[in-house]
Every structure is written in C-alpha cells, then in structure tokens.
C-alpha cells in the first residue's frame, strides 16, 4: 500500500483546494480583484500538488502489482523447479530433474527462473546472465531424460 504520508501530502493538497474554493464562493463582490486572482493561483498550485501526488500513488501502486503479479507466479513455480547440486531444473513427471539449469541464486534471492549459459571465457564454467553468478559446469550440466531402451531378445 501506499505509504500515509504521501496519502496525507495529497489530502492535505485536496482540503486546502476546497477551503479555497469554499472562500471563493462565499466571498461577496466587494473583494478586489488581485486578491481573487491571488486565490485562484492558490487554488491551482493546490491542485497541481495534489495532482502530482496522485500521479505519485498511481506509480506506486503499479509497481506494487507488479511485485504481487511477480511474487504470485514464482508462488506458483514454486513446486515446479527442484535443486539439484549447484542449479535448479524443471521436474519431469517422475519429480525428478531435467533440462537446462536455472541460477540457484536469482532462484532463492529474487525467485527468478534465469537459464545458466556457457561462460564465453572458460568452457567448463556456466554463468548467469542475468546476476552474473558464475558455477562450475559439472555440477550445472543439461540432464537429459532417461530414455527407456526396448529389450533386445536372443534370437
């Protein structure tokens, strides 16, 4: 949620808008013009402030939506991706691990699924394009699903 102060900063800049325009309408005719003009240029400097502290709630709260959207789909992969050694995979339908591995980092940091990639420099090390983190290839390989060879009889 929005923080109280900000909601307090556009309120306030709302209840001096109305105040203003409350005295506006109930001053009578014999108010001088500069000082009408005076309020008026009030009344839209409150206005502009409220606005912008609203335009400051909305960016707020979009990117809150978007950690909840994020926080919910990686609640939702949770169960998904299972460690094993120094990366995470995808479960096949036996629970067991398969594919390309994932950074275990962005994983358990940001819950994140990042695909680890060959380093360009050094070939037995695979890195994390998107933190950075460097593993070393053994232990992050591709794990290819077991394949179920057909009985081969005598005969």
Same mark, same amino acid.
């Given at each position: 949620?929005?923080?109280?102060?900000?909601?307090?900063?556009?309120?306030?800049?709302?209840?001096?808008?109305?105040?203003?325009?409350?005295?506006?309408?109930?001053?009578? /005719?014999?108010?001088?013009?500069?000082?009408?003009?005076?309020?008026?240029?009030?009344?839209?400097? /409150?206005?502009?402030?409220?606005?912008?502290?609203?335009?400051?709630?909305?960016?707020?709260?979009?990117?809150?939506?978007?950690?909840?959207?994020?926080?919910?789909? $990686?609640?939702?992969?949770?169960?998904?991706?299972?460690?094993?050694?120094?990366?995470?995979?995808v479960?096949?339908?036996?629970?067991?691990?398969?594919?390309?591995?994932?950074c275990?980092?962005?994983?358990?940091?940001d819950?994140?699924?990042?695909?680890?990639?060959?380093?360009?420099?050094?070939?037995?090390?695979?890195?994390?394009?998107?933190?950075?983190?460097?593993?070393?290839? /053994?232990?992050?390989?591709?794990?290819?699903?077991?394949? $179920?060879?057909?009985?081969?009889?005598?005969?």
């Amino acid at each position: 949620m929005p923080d109280i102060p900000t909601i307090g900063a556009a309120l306030s800049s709302l209840k001096t808008a109305i105040d203003i325009t409350k005295f506006l309408k109930d001053s009578d /005719s014999s108010l001088e013009r500069a000082e009408f003009k005076v309020k008026l240029a009030d009344l839209l400097g /409150s206005l502009a402030d409220t606005k912008l502290e609203l335009i400051d709630l909305q960016n707020e709260l979009a990117e809150k939506e978007k950690k909840i959207a994020d926080l919910e789909q $990686s609640f939702e992969n949770k169960n998904t991706l299972i460690r094993q050694n120094d990366a995470y995979y995808v479960c096949d339908e036996t629970g067991k691990a398969t594919g390309k591995p994932y950074c275990l980092r962005c994983w358990e940091n940001d819950h994140k699924q990042r695909q680890l990639v060959n380093d360009s420099k050094e070939y037995r090390i695979k890195c994390c394009t998107s933190c950075g983190h460097k593993y070393s290839g /053994s232990s992050t390989q591709e794990i290819y699903p077991e394949r $179920s060879q057909p009985a081969q009889g005598n005969g």
